[in-house]
């Protein structure tokens, strides 16, 4: 095992509901686990807070105590004279400065040759003002190059993190894409899987299971049309769709339309994934948009196998088309349909992709992970 | 130290900077176990050495120096020595001046150690012509497309193809080592052969994505070394029996490197186009098999033919017509077979004459002698008694040679550049020859040639030719060592001798003769340098600066961003003007289509309506007696919130509202074969608010015209159309097509529509229309190449068929030549319907025309070739090869086949046909502009065309 280490993790928020706050978490217990000193910085705390599972046990930070402000841009001669503007701009310009200050507080607490790990892009409007020096800094993002390349943060990526030591993708494939864009100090890192569970699901209950939020990103509005081929050809199975969100009345309403009422379970948002698949035999994921998808590594790691669009890289690197689960084109409902026949309609099929899949998803296992990391570590010292 | 992880040789070469630059890219990679070796050879000159010393104890630990003993003289053996003392874990070795990417040791190293691989490549890229910008070499995008590992080195072929490895690539010294690999010492550039040795010797091989190596230059002074390094690497290929990957090498070496050389040529000075060429005939003396050669494009096999010939005169030629592919450069000769020859000239004894060079496929032989572009060189230009005295002579290829007795007429022409204003001189000596028009001119430039002296101080040198009442223009080709600098004559600009005083001859960019007016007096070139002041630095920056911002300003208002906001919030607030409608047929390309029958029948009619018609680029070809506005214009925005109609076959733009006061016919482009709308599957992938703006513009159509069930069943509901909105009448479109087929079966298909002779058509040719689909996405419209080689069919049916080329509206089509009156391009023409009529057969592959071409009742053929693959990518509402009206074809052969016997096959699939037209266009029964007209304009038929309609 090698030397223990400080670590900083900065995130944009220490407890804003979402997946990259997880991971936070996540990453710094297994750090912490494996000896190192870990803390975790936000930039603000969030009023929409997660549920974190008991008290963290690394220390965390946040440097405001709320969304900071934004920049402000004056538009036209009018906008320039407004005085209120200009005051309560220096105002945010004298807080950041202060943050950032604290921010380097934080960072010399420990000796030189720490390592300083953004999780996301906006953090580094202060993590780059900031004193680094002695210590090595390392900019993530945890979405495809194609997400990012549609958003505002491919500007920001290419602004704050070219001159980093390293920065790290979540698959090859988007590493080699931002590397012909000339960024060639990125590396890639896949995200972990939670943890197996112990009893694999049985694979025998006739329900097809989909998690995730319902919002237009994960294509939900796709899977009914899906299903709506699917279902006439198999009536003794069911469409298990867990998750909450935004569109829920409307997809209700789109299952209606297309009268799938007695063969659709809309089974509202779940915390317990492993027993929410145990009772499902397929996995679907219908996502217009995905960077490394958790629930298809969760549903691999129960033994349930997967039909998916091949929506992103990540998808991809989790799921070996024909080997431990069936991708389908992005956005092909035909051909997903297709995947789902095949899978619903054959047992031994199932049974095979399944153990497979249990097998294969262990490659992402959390130790496999955290020896990545530590090997990153060492990396970069060389 | 302890033992480093990367150990990069860099040898002296190209200077003590350059050494320096490449030493600083090692030290300062982001990985700091790394050390140079500097390997210097004995005889070193001294300013290295004491650089090299420098960066020595600059940096201690870091940089070792190496003497080589005297032995060493070659690139190679210095590098071996390097190889010898390294003690890293890998090794890499830098060429002269290149430099390490900051993170390059980092990513080798992490591939190195992830795969396991014992040769770690990645990117490089070079120094182009000046050498002050840097590219990579193209095909370097394809090789490492993906990071990637390899089993072997011939799963990438373009390892050893192209001179992918001569740098940016480490190996692991443990390999190295295990088999003995070492540059080639008798090789001048050993580099060009150590890489694929040391690919084919390494077990695994990484390829990394990632930029290594910047700054290489290469250039082309030590042709001989680069010539037998090819070599050698070629005879390691066949030693390994890989003959295919050697034959490609060949080929890529032929494109890579001998036709950029050849590309040079103009600007060399004699000597050297001299010994370059000879020193490709000795290097190249058959060697380049002919298999590779014939496979190359016509011009690059004269240039790799001339060089290896070692002919300096020709080469020149073809590097002419290299940089002007329409150009003749050669006095071409067409064979009694009939294929046109490059004719090369017997060299010396030993080499046997050659019958020339086929370069049929450039179609030189269907031009004559006036609309030929002819290569007119140079060969000589001085200064005589105060006049240029030109001399030169126009290549003729003997086909478009004048007759003898014809007499020939001459005039040298200077034109101010991008201006009108032109001088001419006579020119005397011309003198036909069977090759070649010879002429002989001295120009008084002093004394006619009168510029004004600002802004018209470059003149352009052209001759023309008249013989027999055809003129040929030609513009002058010199090769840049034929001019003296001192030859320059006295100017007498009309602003006087301020504004400059001399004459220059010089070569352009281009290789053609021009003129500029320069200034030698003192007080002339200081008010230039004034004016090239005033013009070029911060005055007109500044003026330039103030434009660019008022451009900006006028663009802005111009733009469909202010424009569509301005429209919806304001223009729809005017009030609609009762029975005015807007025309447009895909989206303004061309005055076709369903709104153009439509059109037509409201005028027959006489139907009191105001008619405004949209174009997008020219007015040309649309009705004059409808009221005609430019797309997005501020006229047309006016039209369309004004007009009660709107009439229109694809969509009006989309972020334009319609308001509640105005009807929107949409008559639709045709039945679908492909997915559309809400069922293709790049619009479902499309985020939330693309697809509603998809919605909310196709929400906007009133009418919808289908043509048959199967319309209802894919267009209505991949757009989400109720019911009520749809007109079951069929296309007015095919109105046309009905009453020609009535016609044909009463009266017969001749005499034909007026276009056949308009087109030049011959009436015992049969007119086959070729309307390959739109493959491209959304996005620049793109010339693409045609799936079918249409120069083939032109050669096999060019006697029995005219072939019209129809692209889609959105593409372009880029066709070869061929032998007049075989192919035509009509894409330009408006109206598809009246092509349909004339075509006496149809071929096609996915598009939407087959629909309404089997309502003629005449042959139709699919060529599809990548049919299973198109429909994968796009998806299909049926199977093709099922309900196919004709013969479905993969291959030209098989097309060409079903073509030899069209009557036969039409027999077979007349049932299939006439199954198909029912199916998809059930509706279509020739009265559909009129049916169409009576369900939208109701309101607006007079007593008496209601009657005339029943």
Redesign the interface.
Known sequence: MSRSRDVFIVSNSTDELGGVTAWTHRTARLLQERGHRVRVVGIHASELKMALPDAPGHPVTALYPAHPPTPWAPKGLRDRLRVQARRREAARVREKRRAVQRLSGIFRTADPGAVVLVTQVWAMEWVGEADTRGHRVIGMSHESYDYSRASHRYRWIRNHYSAL??WLVLT??D??SW??D?M??V?FMPNALAGLPEVPSPRTGRCVASIGRLS??KGID?LLDTWALVAPQRPDWRLGVYGAGEDEAELKERCTELGLDGSVRWKGRTDDVPEALADASVFVQSS?GEGFPLALMEAMASGVPCAAFD?APGVREIVRDGEDGLLA??????ALADRLLRLTGNPRLRDALGERARVNVQRFSEAETVRRWEELFD?LE? | MSTPEFSCVVTGGAGAAALRASVDSVTGQSMRATEALVVLPADCDPATRAAAGRLVTDRPGRVRLLLADGTATTTGALRNTGLEAARGRHVLVLGPGERLQLHACRNLWEAAERTGADLVAGRWSRLTGEGTKEREPSWQQQLFARSRTLARFTDAPELTVRDALVTGFCLRREALERHGLRYAEELSRSEILFGPLAAAAAGRIALVRRLVVTGRAESDQDLTGVLRAHRSVCNALVAQGLHDLCEQRERAFATDRLVPLVRTFPRLPAAERERIVSAAARGLADSVPDAVRETLPPLERVAVHLLARGDADGVLAASYALHRPAAVAAPLVTGDDGRVRWPVPPTGTGVEPSPGIDVTELGHQYRGFGELRLMNRLTRCASEDGRLLLEGHLVLPAHAAPDPGTPLTAELEFRVRDGARAFRFPVTGVRGEATAIHWRTHADLTRVLRPLGARDTVWDARLFVEAGGTRSVSDLFAAHDLLDRADRFTARPRLGRLAGDTWEPYVTLRNHLALRLVPTNRPARALRRLVHYATHFRPARKAQLVLKALRRRRDRWRSRAFKAPAYNTWLCRLPVRRGSVVFESHMGKCYGDSPRALYEEVRRQGLRLHCVWSYESSPQGFPADARLVRRWSWRYLWALARAEYWVDNQGFPQNLRKRPGTTYLQTWHGSAYKRMGFDETRVRMQNAPQRRRLQEAVRRFDHFLVRSAHDVHTLARAYRLPADRLLATGYPRNDALLAARARDESEGRLPRPALAAALGIPDHKKVVLYAPTFRGGPGKRKRRRLPLDVARFAERFGDEYTLLVRAHYLEAARLPVCPPGTVLDVSAHHDVTELLTLADALITDYSSIMFDYVLLDRPVVLFAPDLDAYAAARGSYFDLREKAPGPLVETEEELFAVLGRLKATDIEFRQARAAFAEEFGHHDKGDAARAVVAAVFARHLSRTSREAGR
Do not use: L, S, V
């Open positions: 030591d390293r090859e494939e590493a080699d590397a012909g000339g060639n100090n590396g237009d990103q796709m217009r929506c084109p992005a956005g092909d409902i035909g990396f060389r």
